[in-house]
């Protein structure tokens, strides 16, 4: 067989995938190495058994030996009884034997089984707090009220790959591939300052911002350069869980502060960190009012606190106009600032800011090149290109638009379905609903997933979960416009077979 024919048989031989090492100055001759490792690679699963093992000339090539010592290894191989010649196929494993094996023989466990983590990890790096759970084949289900999620046909596919091939044009070339652990890509951190945060009411240089993998990577960084064991932390309550998780794995003391229909109750006594939404509350969308925005930041300014202002979702607002950011206000030098793109864009681009004191940016940055050093430069340049070429605030007014509709759709669904009282709020992504106290929305939850219905329960949100089981939460930025109606009466129905007694009027 020539060469050329070889190789085009070897394609359909299984692949080496993990590497093999031998050694010319080890006491053992190198085929019996070869033999022992491919021995070790056999029985823990690595070839695939319906496909001939890689031919002598490939394992030859890239090993680094010569063919005599490949075929000498599987001779040996094949005389134990763990690799058989085909005729005219080439060598294989032998699936009776390895298969035997596996069913008889007691596995040695492997060293890495032996090792007790748990005693090896940080204290505080698993804090034990709620998650919120979907089932994963939510996409699929006929109603999915899923919050955090887009329609990918709303994403401006086209304009993305526009932008992504730009950025790698001559001129944009050097920023989307180049190593920046000092800086982020100017051109997007311009548009930032020049056409994104003024709209929030913010007016920053380059150095009072820094690009983030998402807000969520924005919360970590900041949980970990500013909360030290046992620090004051105060966090919504309900507020959005991987805030507290984020605080809490540094050892922060949580402090649970609450939220009526005015936004967050400001505290009499300010906690040294403290966490808000105030745009639009996670997770009941209330918005935090003027007067307490002002009391806010008097009070946290005379007790020397930080305030993180997160701002995940301020452009979906549709009624009334949106509220100026808490960091636009006069005195709110204290305030650090997380924004992102991912929550309206697409999630899957993590890409979102901090704005806050050159100081803190600094440090920030310094503290970020150790974990990812910096955000991919193609994206970033990608979505700095996005904005400047006024796409982005198209895609942002086309999906307000639409969320508006939807909004519209499920407040009149839920008002005409359910004899409750529902706060709707004036934006937001999703609507947040108390059921009475006897409602447990973990038992709701599953009834709903038996309609086709995906709900999410509101106890993940609270700090004591166990005493507000009768909450839930209702995204509508991934649900159809027509399924809306339809998945309202299965909730209500999902409802009454818990409750026992009719919801309509």
């Not at 692949?15 to 491919?38: C, F, N």
């Not at 005409?416 to 529902?422: D, Q």
Request: hydrophobic residues 40%; glycine residues 8%; aromatic residues 6%.
């Amino acid at each position: 067989m020539s060469a050329k024919s070889d190789d085009q048989h070897d394609r359909r031989r299984t692949e080496i995938r993990s590497p093999i090492e031998i050694s010319a100055a080890a006491d053992e001759p190198l085929y019996r190495q070869l033999r022992k490792a491919l021995e070790h690679q056999i029985m823990s699963g690595a070839f695939n058994l319906d496909t001939p093992l890689p031919s002598s000339r490939t394992l030859a090539r890239e090993i680094g030996v010569s063919r005599n010592t490949v075929n000498a290894a599987i001779q040996e191989l094949v005389a134990s009884g763990l690799v058989e010649a085909r005729s005219r196929s080439g060598h294989f494993v032998n699936r009776e034997l390895v298969e035997g094996e596996t069913e008889t023989t007691e596995r040695v466990p492997d060293r890495a089984e032996t090792i007790d983590w748990a005693a090896k990890v940080r204290v505080g790096a698993d804090a034990a707090l709620p998650e919120i759970v979907k089932p994963k084949d939510w996409r699929s289900r006929p109603y999915p009220f899923v919050a955090g999620q887009i329609d990918p046909e709303e994403f401006p596919r086209l304009a993305w790959a526009k932008v992504l091939r730009t950025a790698m044009d001559p001129e944009h070339l050097w920023h989307s591939v180049r190593d920046a652990v000092d800086e982020d890509d100017p051109m997007l951190v311009d548009m930032l300052c020049q056409r994104i945060l003024p709209a929030r009411g913010i007016h920053v240089g380059a150095e009072n911002v820094l690009i983030t993998a998402g807000s969520q990577q924005g919360l970590d960084l900041l949980a970990q350069m500013l909360v030290r064991p046992g620090m004051r932390v105060g966090v919504e309550d309900p507020g959005y869980p991987d805030a507290k998780h984020s605080f809490a794995r540094m050892g922060g003391s949580l402090e649970g502060i609450p939220v009526d229909r005015r936004g967050m109750v400001v505290p009499d006594s300010p906690p040294d960190l403290l966490y808000v939404t105030p745009s639009h509350h996670c997770p009941s969308n209330v918005t935090l009012d003027s007067a307490r925005r002002r009391q806010l930041l008097a009070q946290t300014r005379a007790a020397d606190s930080l305030i993180i202002e997160d701002d995940y979702d301020s452009e979906f607002r549709y009624r009334g106009k949106p509220t100026p950011a808490l960091k636009a206000l006069s005195g709110s030098d204290h305030v650090i600032y997380l924004g992102s793109f991912s929550k309206f864009l697409a999630p899957g681009l993590r890409l979102g800011y901090i704005v806050a004191d050159a100081g803190l940016i600094r440090r920030l940055r310094t503290h970020r090149r150790y974990s990812i050093r910096h955000v991919s430069g193609h994206t970033q340049r990608a979505m700095g290109l996005l904005i400047e070429s006024g796409q982005y605030q198209r895609t942002v007014v086309r999906r307000r638009n639409h969320l508006r509709q939807k909004w519209l759709c499920l407040t009149e669904a839920l008002t005409a379905e359910l004899r409750w009282t529902i706060p709707f709020p004036a934006g937001g992504v999703s609507v947040w609903i108390a059921g009475p106290p006897e409602l447990d929305a973990r038992e709701l939850t599953a009834e709903c997933l038996r309609r086709g219905v995906v709900i999410e329960g509101g106890d993940a949100y609270f700090l004591e979960p166990q005493r507000s089981r009768n909450h839930f939460r209702l995204g509508f930025s991934v649900i159809g416009l027509d399924a809306i109606p339809s998945g309202v009466k299965e909730l209500r129905i999902a409802l009454e077979s818990l409750l026992g007694s009719p919801l309509t009027s």
